[in-house]
């Protein structure tokens, strides 16, 4: 067995990685950027290297500056984790010439699996059934056309390079078939420096449902059950369960014998995850996807109900390890059995909005969040697990990936795991920076779900109706009262006059309102009325009716409170920052904004001459300019792109007008809701009269209009999200 190991990655899998290798006596190396100096994996492991700056092509990425770290540090192995290089076979190559050991599969495996053409013809040459499609490697755009036709509509056109989702396109009408080949090309090479594709027949209505195998150097191959991974947001998954709710038995077994013949087809080695698609009126016609050749973000779920001989548990690093030293695995398949249910939430640092679908509709842009961890409350406690990579004071920015952490609750059914998870969800808390645990917390409560009845596309239908429309009027009253108690008087200060107490008291008169103008981003400015103590007040929510209301601080834990408000009392997180504070209830938490009254100003006189002030709609960095002060421009139209977490948001003009205000540049870090320019609408054009040519942000002929770009997007810049391999 190694005697050091360096772990190539950060965030909750590097830490996750590093607890295996304290319990199992090994020496740890972790690695960071200079964003990353303080993060928690670098105080978890045993040494820590820094690579470089916060750029992942300078630090994560970067095969020599990793090679470095090793060798200095005396590691004889690499675990890559997932992301980042762990599918990288130059990578693994590169390792064993520096002679460290690989802890992942066989350079040539993952260069086979990472082919999805040729992964595809290898499983099938291994009798594992295969979504009916292309096949062969280079086809031009009339050959895919011609097997698009073949195949019949719907299609699936699919980078063959890439993983994720990536760049997929659904094609339901074969008219415009050319255009989306030639759209996906495009994408392809821009996301994977590899633009061929495939062409796959589209399933309706699919559950993806993945294998867990395991594989050593000495012959055997085991599955280790299935995870249900249907609960997808843009083909990227959010909830994950095992087992799935929809297989039998004898289905389970002759998935589980497929997994292991796609894996004895490439020579695997380790752990690994073969993807199917199933349709779900009829499970038995699954069909192999792809295979991700490394450990996977949802291998808790397995590790918890899998029993091994004697009731151990299941530690997939462990055994990764132990294959990677050259240990056999000590079970045959019968050895492995199931026990109980599992769900597992993955926490994003994300901020869901509510906006106009073009055409009708509501849609609900997920945009990605920074900001420092100021409390953190994360659930334990029997049947739930967090793998997580914070701490409170950890700065979570856009430079890398959004997932923070997992919540993982196991139950001896699944109704009972479904409960523990939302139980956990609504005791966690995480304040300073948006998540989608709230959101998370209501799906699993989705009648559809909590049944089983699962398919890709829930998430997607489901969202609107998960996302609340409106701030509860409990959330601004806790913090107006939490500003009202600011202000009042230490206890024991002495004598204070009663026309200056917070209370509102005055001689003979009915006592005076105390006013707090609050925002939450988002939406609109509300001013909260108080009259009385934070202890004991009337409060009016804007214009509602005054509400009997009280705060009361916990002894035990400062960073909770509890708001008593028409009679019922519930407990808030909070975090007082230097224009307002954090609320967290249940899993929903709310930046709470003292209102400016200079901005405010502004931003109402903008208003009352039709001007709009664009926003940013997430924390970022400005990498496009299209227009400048002057330009007249139309709606619809891209004004400037704003990229975070390697996704793009195209700001766009709500209306004909002219720029008036542009307040940043390339290369300019903004924050969620700064103001990035500001265009005033044209007067009506008199009859006859041409309007005004839009300047500087012209597409050339023929390009397709980004997402986010056209009419009936939602107001303020809160354009449409477009992933960078959207066709922009």
């Avoid at 998370?440 to 239908?461: C, F, I, K, Y």
């Avoid at 609107?464 to 107006?480: C, Q």
């Avoid at 940013?616 to 007249?632: C, N, Q, Y």
């Avoid at 009936?712 to 999200?721: I, T």
């Amino acid at each position: 067995m190694f005697d050091t190991v360096l772990v190539a990655n950060r965030g909750e899998i590097a830490v996750r990685v590093i607890r295996t290798l304290r319990a199992m006596g090994i020496r740890s190396v972790a690695v960071y950027s200079d964003a990353d100096a303080g993060a928690p994996h670098v105080r978890a492991a045993d040494t820590a290297v820094r690579l470089g700056p916060a750029a992942a092509s300078e630090s994560y990425l970067s095969v020599e500056r990793l090679l470095e770290a090793a060798a200095r540090a005396g590691a004889q192995a690499v675990h890559p984790g997932y992301g980042f290089l762990a599918e990288n076979p130059a990578f693994a190559r590169a390792c064993a010439e520096a002679g460290l050991v690989f802890v992942g599969p066989p350079a040539e495996a993952v260069e086979l699996m990472g082919d999805k053409i040729r992964a595809k013809e290898t499983v099938r040459a291994a009798g594992v059934p295969v979504v009916s499609g292309s096949s062969g490697s280079g086809l031009d755009d009339a050959q895919l056309a011609a097997a698009a036709r073949e195949i019949g509509p719907p299609v699936l056109l699919k980078p063959s390079a890439g993983g994720g989702g990536k760049g997929m396109r659904l094609v339901r009408e074969l008219s415009g078939l050319e255009s989306e080949i030639a759209a996906a090309r495009r994408t392809a090479l821009g996301a994977f420096g590899d633009g061929t594709l495939l062409v796959e027949r589209w399933i309706e209505g699919p559950r993806h449902i993945e294998i867990q195998v395991l594989a050593d150097g000495h012959g055997t191959v085991l599955h280790l059950g299935e995870r249900e991974c249907s609960l997808q947001r843009r083909h990227q998954k959010i909830i994950e369960e095992a087992p799935s709710p929809l297989l039998d038995p004898a289905t389970r077994a002759a998935m589980g014998e497929a997994a292991v013949e796609a894996a004895r087809s490439c020579g695997y080695r380790g752990a690994g995850t073969v993807e199917f698609i199933v349709p779900g009126g009829d499970p038995g016609a699954y069909s192999f996807m792809e295979m991700n050749t490394r450990l996977q973000v949802e291998h808790p779920v397995t590790e918890l109900v899998v029993r091994l001989p004697g009731g151990e548990a299941l530690d997939l690093v462990e055994w990764q390890l132990r294959v990677a030293a050259g240990e056999p695995l000590p079970w045959r398949q019968e050895d492995i059995t199931l026990s109980g249910h599992a769900v597992e939430a993955r926490i994003c640092a994300e901020t869901a909005r509510l906006g106009a679908e073009e055409g009708g509709g509501e849609r609900v842009d997920f945009l990605p969040a920074a900001g420092t961890v100021l409390r953190l409350r994360e659930p334990r406690g029997p049947g739930v697990r967090t793998d997580s990579g914070l701490a409170e004071g950890t700065e979570v920015g856009t430079d890398y990936d959004p997932m923070l952490s997992k919540i993982i609750a196991h139950g001896p059914d699944r109704a009972a795991a479904l409960r523990a998870l939302r139980a956990a969800l609504a005791d966690s808390a995480l304040l300073g920076v948006d998540t989608n645990t709230g959101f998370l917390r209501r799906l699993l409560d989705e009648p559809a779900v909590r049944a089983g009845e699962l398919d890709t596309g829930l998430v997607d239908r489901a969202a609107a109706a998960l996302v609340p429309r409106e701030v509860p009027e409990s959330v601004y009253a806790a913090a107006a009262l939490l500003r009202q108690a600011a202000l009042e008087p230490e206890s024991g200060a002495g004598w204070v006059s009663p026309f200056a107490a917070t209370s509102g008291w005055r001689l003979g008169g009915e006592p005076a309102w105390t006013l707090h103008p609050l925002r939450v981003p988002g939406h609109e400015p509300v001013t909260v009325a108080v009259r009385g103590s934070s202890r004991d007040a009337e409060v009016r929510v804007g214009a509602a009716e005054p509400v009997s209301a009280g705060l009361s601080t916990d002894a035990a834990d400062p960073g909770e409170v509890w708001l008593r408000w028409s009679g019922v009392t519930r407990r808030f997180g909070h975090a007082m920052v230097r224009d307002g504070c954090w609320l967290g209830c249940e899993g929903d938490a709310w930046q709470v904004r003292d209102v400016d009254p200079v901005e405010a100003a502004l931003r109402d006189a903008a208003s009352a001459h039709g001007a709009d002030a664009l926003t940013a709609p997430m924390p970022g960095t400005v990498t496009v300019l299209k227009s400048a002060v002057g330009d007249a421009v139309t709606a619809g139209q891209g004004l400037l792109v704003v990229e975070a977490m390697k996704m793009e948001h195209v700001i766009t003009a709500p209306f004909d007008g002219t720029v008036t205000e542009l307040d940043v540049t390339v290369g300019s870090t903004v924050a969620i809701d700064q103001v990035l320019a500001v265009v005033e609408p044209h007067e009506p054009a008199a009859a006859g009269e041409d309007p005004p040519a839009p300047g500087g942000a012209a597409r050339p002929a023929g390009e397709v209009p980004p997402p986010g770009s056209g009419p009936g997007d939602a107001p303020r810049g809160a354009s449409r999200e477009a992933v960078k391999e959207a066709d922009a």
